[in-house]
Structures are given as structure tokens and as C-alpha cells.
């Protein structure tokens, strides 16, 4: 085992990185990269892979190239400062756009969800007051405050429902779970529970019941 070998794993051990494949998957780099800091070839490497390796490792990009560095007469570090820390800054601020456009598509996506929701939103909180008022108001006439929002909501994200629940349908083992039995394809089945499809992606498959022939 070489010396940097041993030092790299001493590092390793420090932040909990079990192995250098590990290594390479969470600093971003390739294990080809990760073989050349073993070998102390930093003369070879770009600096934004000792940039990401630092990072990886915990520790500062100057600490990883004294670490590393066979002797540092033969790699001066001075030339490179100014381009150490543009690239660094530069990351930096990458990392900040990316979080904060994070941020923004959450919000826009809470937002509309909030727009196609608000009816029921309202709605729902004195409709559900009154039936608890008086349990004999009928369950229909407020299925309306539900369905409809939720429809539209669907409906924006490109959800569609399988088919509706209590329709007849032929068996399809692909969209449809058996609640009971067995099922040939294209026998007849009773829909009890929705599925859903968004696009060509099956999210839930609906539940269906044999259909009982006299």
C-alpha cells in the first residue's frame, strides 16, 4: 500500500467514506480520478475534481494538495491561488442558484396546487361542521366540494383515472389489481377502488372484483 494510499484512507475513516468507490460517487468524480490521488498525481488532475474531492473529504483544497503533494517545491501553489479561489467561488455560487431555483419551483408548485385546491379549501371545513351538526345531511351533497377540485388538480398534472369506480371493464393484469381470485385477461371485472395513469407512467393500479354471472 502507497503512502498517499494510507493517507487518503486516513482521511476517509474521518468522514465516514467506507471505500473509494464511495468516495467517487460522493465527491462526483471518477474512481480514475480518485486512483490519481492515490498515486499523488495532482499535477494531473484539474482543480475542480481536487475542488470536489476536498469537499467530499471535509477538509480545505490546500490542506488536500499539502496532504498530497510529493514536495512542494515541484508543485508551487502560489500561481494557482487566484484560480483556486475563482473556482471555488465560482461552485459556490452555483450551488447557491441551484438551491434557490429549488426554492422557487416549490413555491410555484404550492402556489397553483393552492389555486386548484381553494374551493374545497373553503368549502370543505363548513360542510364538514354541518354534517357533524346533522348526521342525517345527505353524504352527496357535499361530494361536489371534493370532486371538483380534486378533478382539476388531476387534471393539471396530467393524471388520469383508469377507469371510473363500478364500471365493468375486461382484465388488464397490467393496470389492474385482483382483490380476490383469479382473472384471465379480457374477463369481465368490476372496478372498486380507482387507479391511476399520468401519461404512459402507471401510478396505482385500480382494484377490481370478478364479476359474479347468473
Same mark, same amino acid.
Request: glycine share 2%.
Given at each position: +500500500?502507497?503512502?498517499?494510499? !494510507? %493517507? /487518503?484512507? #486516513?482521511? +476517509? !475513516?474521518? =468522514? #465516514?467514506?467506507?471505500?473509494?468507490? $464511495?468516495l467517487s460517487r460522493q465527491a462526483d468524480v471518477s474512481e480514475y480520478q480518485v486512483l490519481r490521488l492515490r498515486q499523488g498525481k495532482l499535477e494531473k488532475m484539474r482543480l475542480d475534481t481536487l475542488l470536489k474531492l476536498s469537499k467530499a473529504l471535509q477538509i480545505p483544497l490546500s490542506e488536500l494538495l499539502a496532504t498530497f503533494l510529493e514536495s512542494s517545491i515541484e508543485y508551487q501553489v502560489p500561481p494557482y491561488s487566484q484560480e483556486i479561489a475563482d473556482l471555488k467561488k465560482e461552485y459556490e455560487r452555483s450551488q447557491l442558484q441551484l438551491e434557490q431555483q429549488r426554492e422557487i419551483l416549490q413555491q410555484q408548485f404550492q402556489q397553483s396546487?393552492?389555486?386548484? /385546491? *381553494?374551493?374545497? /379549501?373553503? !368549502? @370543505? &371545513?363548513?360542510?364538514?361542521? %354541518?354534517?357533524? *351538526?346533522?348526521?342525517?345531511? $345527505? $353524504?352527496?351533497?357535499? =361530494?361536489?366540494? =371534493? *370532486?371538483? &377540485?380534486?378533478? %382539476? /388538480?388531476?387534471? $393539471? @398534472?396530467?393524471i388520469e383515472a383508469i377507469a371510473p369506480v363500478g364500471s365493468e371493464i375486461p382484465y388488464n393484469p397490467q393496470l389492474h389489481q385482483l382483490k380476490a381470485g383469479t382473472a384471465q385477461p379480457g374477463e369481465t371485472v368490476k372496478v372498486t377502488h380507482i387507479g391511476y395513469l399520468q401519461g404512459e407512467k402507471l401510478l396505482y393500479r385500480a382494484t377490481v372484483s370478478l364479476v359474479e354471472r347468473s
Open positions: +500500500m502507497s503512502d498517499f494510499t !494510507q %493517507k /487518503l484512507q #486516513n482521511l +476517509m !475513516q474521518q =468522514v #465516514n467514506i467506507s471505500s473509494f468507490k $464511495a396546487s393552492l389555486q386548484l /385546491l *381553494e374551493p374545497l /379549501l373553503l !368549502q @370543505w &371545513p363548513t360542510a364538514a361542521q %354541518k354534517a357533524r *351538526e346533522n348526521p342525517e345531511l $345527505a $353524504a352527496v351533497k357535499i =361530494v361536489s366540494l =371534493v *370532486e371538483k &377540485p380534486l378533478e %382539476k /388538480l388531476l387534471q $393539471a @398534472w396530467g
